[in-house]
């Protein structure tokens, strides 16, 4: 730092020293206006302190002690609607789908919205070709495809 502040280009300095740009930017926004001693000093609290390991309760403790404000822990949510149980191993074929709905964004910043089933067994998709969806299907035109689709490959068991 103190090459190019004596007059030398900041990338004939990085050529020489072979440091990228980003890096001699850090160095001089965080040491910039220190003194060389003074760097050194914090390079070394950097050192000492780097294995010191502080909980998120004792941060929570010290804030509260020093009049600061602490957030609350965030509450769990609790499970709504009635679960189907716990999870199934796909056996053979139809015997376990999943699904799942992806979103997206067109280029011109509309939405785009999926919902793809898989045959857990065989990892087949259930959407052969022909299954067309059309912008604002709604539910029912994406049920009508998916009965029209497990029609054709055997309905989930």
């Known amino acids: 730092m103190r090459q190019a502040d004596g007059g030398e280009t900041i990338d004939s300095v990085c050529r020489e020293h072979n440091i990228a740009l980003a890096t001699f930017h850090r160095w001089k926004k965080k040491y910039g206006q220190m003194e060389i001693a003074d760097a050194k000093r914090l390079k070394e609290l950097e050192?000492?302190?780097?294995?010191?390991?502080v909980s998120r309760k004792q941060v929570q403790r010290i804030?509260?002690?020093?009049g600061l404000k602490v957030r609350a822990k965030a509450q769990k949510m609790p499970r709504q609607g009635i679960s189907t149980g716990l999870p199934t191993q796909a056996r053979y074929r139809h015997h376990v789908w999943s699904w799942d709905f992806i979103f997206d964004r067109t280029d011109t910043g509309g939405t785009l919205k999926m919902m793809?089933?898989?045959?857990e067994y065989?990892?087949?998709c259930n959407h052969p070709s022909g299954t067309e969806y059309h912008r604002g299907s709604g539910l029912n035109g994406v049920m009508a495809?998916?009965?029209?689709?497990?029609h054709i490959r055997a309905y989930p068991q």
């Open 116 to 119: 793809t089933s898989l045959d």
């Open 145 to 150: 495809g998916d009965d029209h689709a497990w």
């Open 47 to 53: 050192k000492e302190n780097a294995d010191w390991t």
């Open 63 to 66: 804030r509260r002690k020093e």
């Open 122 to 124: 065989s990892r087949q």
